[in-house]
């Protein structure tokens, strides 16, 4: 009786022996007390940036600062709840990302099938290691906002529902990348597509079918509002947050909380029985030596189907880079993905002109920023895997015995990743092309050619450097996202937190913010899109900066050529650093 009311109250029926190792090896590695440290650093900073801003600099008089403690709760509270609901999903899609493909990966799936372990106590003990982690990353914040809830404003509840939809959230996007990762090798490959999954869900579907449904169908905007934010945790955190600053701005209230995390916790549910029915099919043909007989098949079938072989032209890993797949998918997935997302590009398209949102600047500038930072994501990525995989599949030391040099091998992985990269920021460029004379002016094109390479080669360079001095992919990829973000996203606000500290003023800001190609893109778009600018000729352009005031359109190149000879002199730099690396820790 003990026993069993020890099972039930512990989860062991549920979690098994596999959640005990994982929590014995997540206690031991150093990169989880890591990101608790970093994950604390960024609130503390976000924390200290809000007061400085509301409170440090604004009076000495100690009544107006008391006055203003309740508005600084709410601007914190806000952001702070914000900035861990999506800070939470992407560790949450990191780290599952390889859950599932490192056992099939190392051929241990199989072996645990000839245990007492079941494929349920596998995928359980993976989500649920994962989750715990997050979990305590999101208890972290919880004695901040019960502090900052003292200064007043803040009502218990948002706390509640906040927490409630973010770990909702966190689950969700768990277990879709767990599902993804019982298919692909690589973890960045899962990492992607749960990113474009998640896109699809939270953005445009429910773009596009609401516009379908108020448009055509005569409902009422605040009815599809309602039942969007039951299946949108975007949307709704969204609207709790502006309730929280403004309550009588909504003409509805985010009364359905509740049936949205039983909405999302009913998804979730349904994607873990999808992914322990999918992973014991896996074992059972891993146990049984079928599966690699199955790979083996599928390449047979597509080498019969070749006229003959292809030779090798040139030099051999250039040749192997420019060739590689970027995604192990067929031909109908990859037509699939193209059709889904330039469909969903053209679809909003459509509704933005019908809404005649295309003739203003502000539209063409979130388009920029959406596809720049995306094509950011991806080249990142990338770049971060091109040593780490040779690692990983122990060709690396074969590769450094060859007569090919070391500044051969960056070149290839550095020109693979260009390559890999171009279909995402070919998007952006065929948006500026597509607009041309229309609704952007075509002086656009050649500056964001001006912005975008220096802005590749940088993320390139830095993540063949981080692919290099770490062993396993999804550390390079962590390390190389973090640190694109804190050189874009990070520095910026420190900057903003220094100025106001020290009395600075904005010189500083605006230092750090020219030397930012977002803050580039941002402007080039603002004074040549919409079609009030499209039209204009050449001489006429002007373009605001914070340093250098008013500049026409050759001042600017000159600028942003100068700003981009920066970002590709420190690009080389990382580069120069790789290879004094390269041969050093090989395995």
């Not at 512990?10 to 989880?32: A, H, M, Q, V």
């Not at 009076?59 to 952001?79: A, M």
């Not at 640190?483 to 606000?493: C, D, E, K, R, Y």
Request: charged content about 15%.
């Amino acid at each position: 009786m003990a026993t069993i009311f020890w099972k039930a109250t512990t989860l062991s029926w549920l979690t098994g022996p596999i959640f005990d190792k994982e929590l014995r090896i997540s206690s031991r590695r150093k990169r989880n007390y890591f990101l608790r440290v970093a994950y604390l650093l960024i609130l503390l900073l976000v924390l200290a940036l809000i007061w400085a801003e509301e409170i440090g600099l604004r009076s000495n008089s100690i009544g107006y600062q008391i006055s203003r403690l309740s508005q600084v709760g709410l601007v914190i509270t806000g952001v702070v709840v914000m900035i861990q609901f999506y800070l939470a999903q992407i560790i949450s899609v990191v780290m599952l990302s390889n859950s599932i493909s490192d056992e099939v990966y190392h051929k241990t799936l199989g072996v645990l099938m000839s245990t007492p372990i079941s494929t349920l106590h596998v995928v359980a003990g993976k989500i649920f290691s994962k989750l715990l982690q997050i979990t305590l990353l999101l208890c972290l914040t919880l004695p901040i906002l019960g502090i900052v809830r003292v200064f007043g404003g803040v009502p218990w509840n948002f706390l509640l529902i906040s927490f409630c939809i973010t770990l909702m959230a966190v689950i969700f996007a768990g277990m879709l990348t767990l599902n993804f990762s019982i298919h692909d090798k690589h973890a960045y490959i899962a990492i992607i597509r749960t990113v474009l999954a998640l896109l699809l869900l939270y953005l445009f579907l429910p773009l596009f079918l609401g516009w379908i449904v108020i448009e055509h169908f005569d409902v009422k905007e605040n009815a599809v509002f309602k039942w969007v934010m039951v299946a949108n945790p975007l949307l709704i955190m969204q609207v709790l947050v502006q309730e929280l600053f403004s309550p009588r701005s909504i003409p509805f209230s985010t009364f359905g909380w509740g049936w949205h995390c039983l909405f999302m916790l009913t998804g979730s549910a349904l994607l873990f029985l999808r992914a322990v029915i999918v992973v014991r099919k896996k074992a059972l043909l891993q146990a049984c030596g079928q599966l690699d007989r199955i790979k083996k098949k599928r390449g047979f079938f597509l080498f019969t189907k070749m006229d003959k072989i292809r030779r090798v032209k040139g030099p051999p890993l250039l040749w192997k880079e420019l060739r590689s797949s970027t995604f192990n998918m067929g031909v109908v997935k990859k037509t699939l993905s193209v059709i889904l997302i330039a469909g969903s590009i053209l679809i909003s398209y459509y509704i933005f002109e019908q809404e005649n949102f295309l003739d203003e600047a502000d539209c063409h500038i979130m388009y920029g920023m959406i596809f720049s930072i995306s094509g950011l994501f991806f080249t990142a990525t990338f770049a971060a895997t091109t040593i780490t995989s040779e690692k990983n599949s122990r060709t690396w030391p074969i590769l450094l015995s060859t007569l090919v040099t070391d500044w051969q091998i960056i070149a290839a992985k550095v020109i693979g990743v260009f390559r890999r990269s171009a279909p995402f920021w070919s998007i952006l460029f065929l948006h500026a092309i597509f607009f041309t004379s229309t609704y952007i002016h075509p002086a656009a094109l050649p500056q964001i050619i001006t912005i975008i390479v220096p802005l590749v080669f940088f993320a390139t360079s830095s993540g063949v450097l981080f692919s290099c001095l770490f062993k396993h992919t999804t550390s390079a990829v962590i390390a190389n996202l973090i640190f694109v973000a804190l050189i874009w996203g990070g520095i910026p606000l420190l900057a903003v937190l220094i100025g106001e500290i020290m009395h600075l003023g904005d010189d500083l800001i605006e230092a750090v913010i020219m030397l930012n190609p977002f803050y580039h893109l941002g402007e080039i778009l603002n004074s040549t899109g919409g079609s009030s600018h499209a039209g204009k000729l050449w001489s006429q352009l002007i373009y605001h900066w914070k340093i250098g005031g008013e500049m026409n359109f050759i001042k600017t190149m000159i600028m942003l050529t100068a700003v981009g000879s920066l970002h590709i002199a420190a690009g080389v730099v990382f580069l120069v650093i790789t290879k004094i690396r390269l041969r050093k820790k090989i395995v």
